[in-house]
Every structure is written in structure tokens, then in C-alpha cells.
């Protein structure tokens, strides 16, 4: 675990550098926090403080009551340490918000503040996350000060395109979620370059990605419905993975109450029925089809067209019919050079081998495997752990939020080589 000295300039996406430091903590991190004072009009220390267990600091002549240690390390003797000390001591520094004034700050070696004189102080590796609105990321001085920062070997985490902090503003300049910044730290403590990420998903650039996520609903009567307790946020964020790294996605979507990601097509529907037509009818142009969606297996036999009165029963018998499978007809009807992809979301010790047996029967290329025996992980949670198998290789991806995991999932196709079959579109 690591010594993540975490750099806070001012911007409204300073609040999720709170959620950082809780990811990064639970983690197993030690985490200490610098804050530019500008940033303290959008986040107070005191949730820093709670959060990473140590003191914030902002001025270099602010007295460390730690002394440089990091949360869990003992504080140094009475001997005078420097104000440099926690960037010294520091196996990675990320400055996340990174501002515009900070990024041309840090480009031109400018030490007027704490976290700008840390970055000049701190040799171990500097990332830097910038997040502003779109004018100011894409303005020529913003880029130069980037351009420069990478050639001196600083990792950028490049911000994202879609809703910004800025009520009403939209486009490119949002930070990256804390579950990515969390990644790419733990990629550099590695010893990565800050390339893997991209290099993992390059194959994605250009292929048509057809995902189905949520929760089908069956209807009893015109109100009532058999469902189940599926968020969507994990189809959600295999198709807003898919699309950062460049595919063209469409995502059928089962009742599930979540912005679309930028980029991607969304289609709303209800019912197995439903997302069966549509999976299939948007099937043939895929190369890529993965059923996140947890769809019903049984439906009543037959919805009843009003509201079903309580008065004058005790009992009521719902009878009820399977659902197609769809899967099975993906792969029945599947093209050479296409990948299909199923979730198989199993209960305790079995379910390896329930998933494992599926592998083999259903004809699938890969099944990613889903414990849900926890009940703070999968279903309708934040967070997810789950198994990729492929025919030539499983990999376990820890608990972490679903956007990591969406593309902890879409690496390890790759890497497991699940995704060589794919049709070659480099021609
Ligand atoms: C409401 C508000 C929101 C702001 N949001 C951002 C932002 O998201 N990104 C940015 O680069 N600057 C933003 N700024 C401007 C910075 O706060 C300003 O440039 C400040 O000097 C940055 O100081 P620092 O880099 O030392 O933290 C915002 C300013 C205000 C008043």
C-alpha cells in the first residue's frame, strides 16, 4: 500500500476529491491532502481531515502536526522537518481538480503556493487530472501547459466529454471519475507509463458495441409487474467505457433511471419481449454483444388488462411462461468475427462452476461471473467484483466502482484473447 499525497486546486469538481480519498483510504492507502486556498471556497478541509485520517495543509509556513508521516506512520521527532516533507516522502503525487491556473502554474515551474511547490519538490511520479469548463480545456495556453507537463514526463488523466460541474454546461473538461484517478494511480505505483490504459482499449476504436443493461419488468396487470433489482449501472458503464475508448455503442435499456452516456444511443424498453426484439433486430451490425441486462426467465401467462382486485380472494395464482432466450438466439444467429458476451450473476461457492458450465454450453466467447451472495456488491450497488472467464483464461477483478470494472472487463477480453476472433477492421 501506498504513501498518495493528493494535490486539491479550486474547482467545482473539488467534491469529488472527497470521494477519491474514500476509495483510495479503503484501499489501504495512506492518503494526505494539499489544498490551494482557492479551493477551500468549494471544498473545507474538514472532510478531508475525516476522510484521510491527517491534517490538510495549504501554506508552506503552516506548521505539519504530523510532521511529513502519513496516516498509520509515526510522526518524526522534534527535529524540524521540512514543508517539502510530504511531497518527499510521497510514492505518487496526483493533483485532482487540477485548474487551468494550476496546470500553467505547474508548466512553468511556479512554486507560490504548497501543492504547486510540492510538485517541483516531489520526484516520485506526478499525475495530473485537469477539470474546467470546455473553452478552458481546449483554450491553446491549457493544452500548451498540458503538452508540456507530458513531454517532462507527467501522466495526464485526460478529463471526460458529458454534463459538467457548471450548472448547464457540457462538453469536455469533466474530471475523470475517482474509481479511474484510483486506477491510474495504482497503474503508476506499478510502474506503468500512464499508455496502459489506453493501449488495453485500443482495440475497442471503431467497433460497432451493442450492450443491454437493467431489469425487464413482466406485467402482472396494467399496474403491477414482475421485476427484479437491477440499477443498469454496470451495463451503464461497459457502454460509457466502450465509447470513451472509441466504439459506437447502443445500449438497450431496461428501466433503468440513469443519464445516458455521453456518446452513446440509448433505447428504452420494458419487457423481456422487448429487449429480446430489439437485441436481435440491432444484433447482425455488432461486433460486439454483451447481455448485462438481468432479464426475467418467467412472465405471467397471461397479464390480466385491468388492476387484479384484492376484494373477495385470499389467494391469487399467477401462472407463468418462460421467457425466450436470448442469448442463446445471439449465438444461434451470430456472424463469423462477432463476440458475444454473457453475465451470469450466481450465488456463493456453486456459482464459479454454474458460470464455468454456462462458458461452455451456452457458446459464448465470455461470461463475467457475478457473486451475489454479497449483498453490498452487484445488484443495484455502486461497487462490483466479478470474473472473467474466457475459453483460454479467467482474471478475478477486485471490488471497485463499476466504471473501473466496466473496464477492468473490457481489458481482460482482450488480454484473456477473447477478442481475437473479432473481425479485422484495420484494412
Ligand atoms: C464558481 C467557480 C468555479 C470554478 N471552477 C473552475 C474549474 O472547474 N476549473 C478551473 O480551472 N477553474 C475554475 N474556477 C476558477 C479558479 O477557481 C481560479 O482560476 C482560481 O484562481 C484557481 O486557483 P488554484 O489553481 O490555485 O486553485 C472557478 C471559479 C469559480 C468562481
Known amino acids: 500500500m501506498a504513501r498518495i499525497l493528493l494535490g486539491v486546486s479550486g474547482g467545482i469538481a473539488a467534491y469529488k476529491a472527497l ?29 478531508f481531515v475525516a476522510l484521510s485520517g491527517a491534517p490538510v495543509l495549504f501554506f508552506e509556513d503552516e506548521a505539519d502536526p504530523l510532521r511529513g508521516a502519513y496516516p498509520g506512520e ?16 510521497a510514492d505518487l503525487y496526483l493533483i485532482a481538480p487540477a485548474t487551468a491556473n494550476t496546470i500553467a502554474k505547474l508548466a512553468h515551474g511556479f512554486a507560490d503556493n504548497l ?68 486506477a491510474r ?14 493501449r488495453s482499449l485500443a482495440w475497442l476504436r471503431g467497433r460497432r458495441v451493442l450492450v443491454s443493461a437493467g431489469g425487464t419488468r413482466e406485467p402482472i396487470d396494467a399496474v403491477r409487474f414482475l421485476g427484479n433489482r437491477s440499477s ?20 438497450v435499456s431496461a428501466n433503468a433511471q440513469l443519464p445516458a452516456p455521453a456518446g452513446v444511443r440509448v433505447l428504452a424498453v420494458q419487457s423481456a419481449a422487448d429487449l429480446e426484439r430489439e437485441m436481435i433486430a440491432a444484433s447482425p451490425s455488432a ?30 395464482t399467477i401462472e407463468l411462461e418462460r421467457t425466450g432466450d436470448i442469448l442463446a438466439q445471439l449465438v444461434g444467429a451470430r456472424r463469423a468475427g462477432q463476440l458475444i458476451v454473457g453475465f451470469a450473476a450466481e450465488h456463493g461457492e456453486a456459482g464459479i462452476l454454474e458460470a464455468r458450465r454456462k462458458l461452455k454450453e451456452k457458446g459464448v466467447d465470455a461470461i463475467v461471473y457475478n457473486d451475489i ?37 473490457l481489458t481482460a477480453l482482450h488480454e484473456l484473447g477473447a477478442t481475437r476472433q473479432l473481425a479485422d477492421t484495420s484494412a
Open 19 to 47: 470521494e477519491l480519498v474514500r476509495l483510495a483510504t479503503g484501499s489501504g492507502h495512506a492518503v494526505r491532502v494539499i489544498q490551494t486556498p482557492a479551493s477551500r471556497r468549494f471544498v473545507g478541509p474538514d472532510s
Open 373 to 409: 451472495a454479497d449483498p453490498t456488491l452487484g445488484f443495484d450497488a455502486e461497487e462490483n467484483a466479478v470474473t472473467v472467464l474466457a475459453h483460454e483464461g479467467e482474471r478475478r477483478l477486485a471490488r471497485a466502482p463499476k466504471p473501473t470494472i466496466a473496464e477492468g472487463i
Open 74 to 89: 509515526e510522526p518524526a521527532g522534534e527535529l524540524p522537518i521540512s514543508h517539502l516533507a510530504l511531497a518527499e516522502r
Open 232 to 251: 443498469g449501472r454496470m451495463g451503464y458503464a461497459l457502454a460509457g467505457a466502450a465509447s470513451r475508448a472509441g466504439a459506437e455503442v447502443m445500449l
Open 185 to 198: 494511480c495504482e497503474q503508476a505505483l506499478a510502474g506503468g507509463d500512464g499508455h496502459e490504459h489506453e
Open 287 to 316: 461486433d460486439l454483444i454483451m447481455m448485462a441486462a438481468a432479464v426475467a426467465d418467467f412472465r405471467p401467462r397471461e397479464p390480466a388488462d385491468g388492476k387484479i382486485k384484492r376484494a373477495g380472494r385470499k389467494r391469487l
Open 115 to 182: 501543492l504547486t511547490a510540492a510538485a517541483l519538490a516531489c520526484r516520485a511520479p506526478l499525475l495530473v487530472a485537469p477539470a474546467m469548463n470546455e473553452r478552458m480545456y481546449l483554450h491553446p495556453a491549457t493544452q500548451q501547459a498540458l503538452s508540456q507537463l507530458k513531454a517532462r514526463g507527467v501522466q495526464v488523466i485526460a478529463p471526460g466529454r458529458g454534463r459538467l460541474a457548471s450548472r448547464g454546461e457540457e462538453g469536455w473538461g469533466r474530471l475523470a471519475e475517482p474509481g479511474e484517478l484510483l
